[in-house]
């Protein structure tokens, strides 16, 4: 199968913070990566802005040391490099004072789509939303990106929206949350709505128990002061987890739209149950492999920081009542995985006078590494013998099953860019969304703090605290193991 790239509308791309990490490492390499695809209009213009001095060749050869460093070797060539190079300008704008707006001004084009990248601290997005419009560089179709922490609770995520709201209509916001822009996220929403097999089972009187789990072999490395002030489940839970809990739990929505999408989503989160003491564990990574700890990486030894957490969750509504969702993420852990693992009920009456290896059939979504879905059945054990059963997999593994086209699953990144640049919203979150997730949020995070629980330290290339494995053993199941 051939992957069909229709390019999209010529577009002005401005990216304040063009020079930062998230740029270098993400941005900029998506961009070209679409370059190549042919998705690219040939009038495309990227634009870098920030308080640097630089040149439009300076910030050309900013851009093509970070393509060559994340661009794999194969992905690339100088011809294609040469022109995307060319597509990109800079632009010196402080976003806080007055300098460079004029120059800003002079170098986006009116006639065509408007993109503005805020990928700066979020306490710039006031500054920056304020001064696009003061300058008339924004109109009415513009559209503006923002980056995760959209908040630390709701107070501040409120604030954000309220800043943001007051020159932009919630149509012209682009919440990324890079999670959503994958493939097999993606997928889900086609395995679940394109087929009828699994709909019908897709409720608590099938499904037994539902696992995501997003690990990290790195710790918090050079920014542990940082993360401090944030942990796993403002990091990790509150946005990504949450998201891939929504789609799995979202009622079908009546059109693949941004707003059907986003509605169904909003009525999860907000079934969302308190979430009781005993059913959170909380870790922080100890010492070990020559490598230092959680608190001394967060350079804070009375820190009670979470870099691990684990939750049960229930959702309270006729669809998933009676079937917990265990939420895990963490760093430091025995391998770098995200996938979501769902699994089925056993038949009500076995018919096999010796089901021996009989295990209950479970739909896996992995996220990474290997994007793909393996869908565990039973059958028999060929030879003779008897009937002995057996489990196997069911690989629907993209790259395999897709040939040509699926062995280059675009990254989140290059899909979530295009989609700001075609103007669809159904893979960004809403305002009210992200509000929703930190209303639930919030109530746990603070009812640890009043508590003053301290989270328990786990040996670094493990699962995690061995707490977390009583999580789920006490209602007689088990995690997955966590393996690439
Ligand atoms: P960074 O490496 O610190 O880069 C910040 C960028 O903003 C630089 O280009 C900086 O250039 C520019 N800048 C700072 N103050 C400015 C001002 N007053 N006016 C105009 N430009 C200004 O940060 P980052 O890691 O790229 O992160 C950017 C945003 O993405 C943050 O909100 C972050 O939370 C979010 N994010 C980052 C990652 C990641 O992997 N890095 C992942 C998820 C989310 P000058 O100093 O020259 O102005």
């Given at each position: 199968m051939v992957s069909r790239t229709i390019p999209v509308d010529p577009f002005d791309l401005v990216i304040f913070g063009g020079t930062g990490d998230l740029a270098r490492r993400k941005i900029l390499p998506s961009l070209y990566r679409r370059h190549v695809g042919g998705q690219m209009p040939a009038e495309a213009r990227i634009i870098g802005a920030a308080r640097g001095e630089m040149s439009d060749d300076d910030f050309r050869a900013f851009t093509r040391e970070a393509i060559e460093e994340f661009v794999p070797a194969t992905k690339r060539d100088a011809k294609t490099l040469e022109e995307f190079l060319e597509t990109l300008r800079y632009v010196r704008?402080?976003?806080?004072?007055?300098?460079?707006?004029?120059?800003?001004?002079?170098?986006?084009?009116?006639?065509?789509?408007?993109?503005f990248y805020f990928s700066v601290a979020p306490s710039l997005f006031g500054a920056l939303a304020e001064r696009l419009h003061e300058h008339g560089i924004a109109d009415a179709d513009s559209r503006i990106v923002v980056e995760k922490p959209f908040g630390k609770d709701l107070k501040t995520a409120r604030e954000l929206n309220a800043v943001l709201a007051e020159h932009f209509t919630e149509q012209q916001i682009y919440r990324i949350d890079h999670y959503l822009g994958k493939e097999t996220v993606q997928n889900l929403m086609a395995v679940r709505f394109a087929n009828i097999l699994f709909e019908p089972l897709w409720k608590t009187e099938y499904i037994d128990h539902v696992q995501i789990t997003v690990a990290e072999t790195v710790g918090v490395n050079g920014r542990g002061a940082y993360y401090d002030k944030s942990g796993a489940m403002r990091d990790m839970v509150q946005n990504h987890l949450m998201q891939l809990l929504c789609l799995i739990a979202m009622e079908p929505p009546y059109h693949f739209d941004p707003d059907a999408v986003r509605?169904?989503?909003?009525?999860?989160?907000?079934?969302?149950?308190?979430?009781?003491?005993?059913?959170?564990?909380?870790?922080?990574?100890?010492?070990?492999?020559?490598?230092?700890?959680?608190?001394?990486?967060?350079?804070?030894?009375?820190?009670?920081?979470?870099?691990?957490?684990?939750?049960?969750?229930g959702i309270a509504n006729w669809r998933w009542k009676g079937t917990p969702f265990y939420l895990r993420t963490g760093k430091r852990l025995k391998a770098r995985t995200s996938e979501i693992a769902i699994t089925f009920r056993q038949p009500p009456h076995s018919i096999f006078d010796h089901?021996?290896?009989?295990?209950?059939?479970?739909?896996?979504?992995?996220?990474?590494?290997?994007?793909?879905?393996?869908?565990?059945?039973?059958?028999?054990?060929?030879?003779?013998?008897?009937?002995?059963?057996?489990?196997?997999?069911?690989?629907?593994?993209?790259?395999?099953?897709?040939?040509?086209?699926?062995?280059?699953?675009?990254?989140?990144?290059?899909?979530?860019?295009?989609?700001?640049?075609?103007?669809?919203?159904?893979l960004f979150m809403r305002g009210d969304e992200v509000e929703a997730a930190w209303a639930w949020a919030d109530p746990i995070i603070q009812g640890w703090e009043a508590r003053g629980d301290r989270p328990h330290s786990y040996e670094p290339g493990t699962s995690g605290p061995e707490d977390a494995l009583m999580l789920l053993h006490r209602d007689g199941r088990r995690w997955r193991d966590i393996r690439e």
């Open positions: 704008v402080d976003a806080v004072g007055q300098d460079g707006w004029t120059d800003l001004r002079a170098v986006v084009r009116p006639d065509v789509i408007r993109a509605d169904e989503k909003l009525k999860v989160i907000r079934a969302l149950e308190p979430v009781a003491p005993e059913d959170i564990v909380r870790g922080q990574y100890r010492a070990g492999g020559g490598r230092p700890g959680y608190l001394e990486d967060a350079e804070n030894p009375e820190s009670r920081t979470e870099s691990y957490i684990a939750l049960k969750v089901p021996e290896g009989w295990r209950e059939n479970v739909l896996v979504i992995r996220l990474q590494p290997n994007e793909g879905m393996n869908m565990m059945v039973m059958i028999k054990e060929p030879g003779p013998g008897g009937m002995r059963l057996a489990q196997v997999p069911l690989d629907m593994s993209f790259a395999e099953a897709l040939g040509e086209g699926g062995a280059d699953i675009p990254d989140a990144y290059e899909r979530l860019i295009m989609d700001v640049i075609r103007g669809n919203q159904t």
